[in-house]
């Protein structure tokens, strides 16, 4: 399985764009990166995936590098209710098409007003 | 549409008591995958089930916890005899199945305190 490093905490202040890295370095050609976060207490909340391109959503925009060894994930005005731990995930495929998420320890999140 | 429910939010158990946690999938779900958060930690998978199989099993312990996934009504994960290492938040996600991309969407958790 693709592993991650992302900072273990980052600051933003709030209306300020925040980006987020994230390096998967051994990333397989069929493998996806995707992204989460989990407001503390709470469940994961999916926010955006890609595999080549760079992606956008209401939520967030997903920038990838051309070899695909690192990625990006930026919101673009930062509020209050976006602190909370981010994580980047590669998404393992076997075989049998498993599509269990390993998870790391993500970066928190903290804007600040 | 509802989104993944799960229940109870909050469980109490003592030592060598059974606890049940349910997850009800979303709509049209049909693949439902379960978590362990301990404190301070990122989630580890679990189990991955279908209706009615056991997909994936592997993040599972071996001796005392067990997860079904029946035709009707919820998925359940059972642990037998709890230990005070088994207190943890425990997700459910569930995601469609298809060839393209699908995202699993989680929820709120079943929060376990062995006392």
């Known amino acids: 399985d693709a592993k991650t490093t992302q900072p273990t905490s980052m600051d933003c202040a709030e209306g300020r764009a925040a980006n987020l890295p994230c390096n998967h370095s051994t990333i397989s050609g069929n493998e996806y990166v995707y992204w989460y976060r989990q407001i503390h207490s709470q469940g994961p909340q999916y926010i955006i995936h890609g595999l080549k391109n760079n992606e956008t959503n209401e939520m967030a925009s997903l920038i990838i590098t051309e070899d695909r060894k690192s990625s990006t994930l930026i919101l673009p005005h930062a509020t209050l209710r976006d602190t909370a731990v981010y994580y980047c995930?590669?998404?393992?495929?076997?075989?049998?098409?498993?599509?269990?998420?390993?998870w790391g320890l993500g970066t928190s999140l903290a804007v600040n007003p | 549409n509802a989104g993944v429910m799960q229940n109870p939010r909050h469980l109490v158990r003592r030592r060598g008591q059974e606890a049940r946690l349910r997850c009800s999938p979303m709509?049209?779900?049909?693949?439902v995958y379960w978590y362990r958060q301990l404190p301070e930690e990122g989630l580890k998978f679990m189990v991955y089930l279908q209706k009615e199989n056991i997909i994936d099993e592997s993040g599972m312990p071996k001796e005392r916890f067990s997860a079904e996934f029946p035709k009707e009504g919820p998925s359940i994960l059972r642990i037998q005899q709890v230990v005070r290492g088994d207190s943890a938040a425990y997700f459910c996600?569930?995601?469609?199945?298809?060839?393209?991309?699908?995202?699993?969407?989680f929820g709120q958790g079943t929060r376990l305190t062995v006392v």
């Open positions: 709509k049209g779900h049909s693949h």
């Open positions: 996600a569930s995601s469609t199945y298809d060839s393209g991309l699908t995202e699993a969407f």
């Open positions: 995930i590669v998404r393992t495929r076997d075989a049998g098409n498993n599509r269990k998420l390993i």
